[in-house]
Nanobody, 124 residues
């Protein structure tokens, strides 16, 4: 049974930084495509960053240049810098069950496994 668990969320002031982590059990990030999503109150879940099996990355336009996605065999990370109040949301990690996919994606339907989410709150 695959389980993903996010950590590292919290409250920061605008301009601050946070680093989210996603630990997996029953799943290895090696050779897999994974990503981060977020959902703000009253809004739909949106893709934030994705990383393919070969390390190729993609980012949503609002976070380009501020967020960095990375992974090792054990964890998925999202480094968030220059945070803005509009980044406030619950952040979710997501994982694809397939191997070897070299195109990163921010499409919700591409992912098979989801974490429970971690809250990020950015105050002005």
């Amino acid at each position: 049974q695959v389980q993903l668990m996010e950590s590292g969320g919290g409250s920061v002031q605008a301009g601050g930084s946070l680093r989210l982590s996603c630990a997996a059990s029953g799943y290895s990030y090696m050779g897999r495509r994974v990503g981060w999503f977020r959902q703000a109150p009253g809004k739909e879940r949106e893709g934030v960053a994705g990383i393919a099996s070969d390390g190729t990355t993609t980012y949503a336009e609002p976070v380009k240049g501020r967020f960095t996605i990375s992974k090792d065999n054990a964890k998925l990370y999202l480094s968030m810098n220059s945070l803005k109040p509009e980044d406030t949301a619950v952040y979710y990690c997501a994982a694809d069950r397939s191997y070897g996919l070299t195109i990163p994606t921010l499409h919700y339907s591409s992912y098979d496994y989801w974490g429970q989410g971690t809250q990020v709150t950015v105050s002005s």
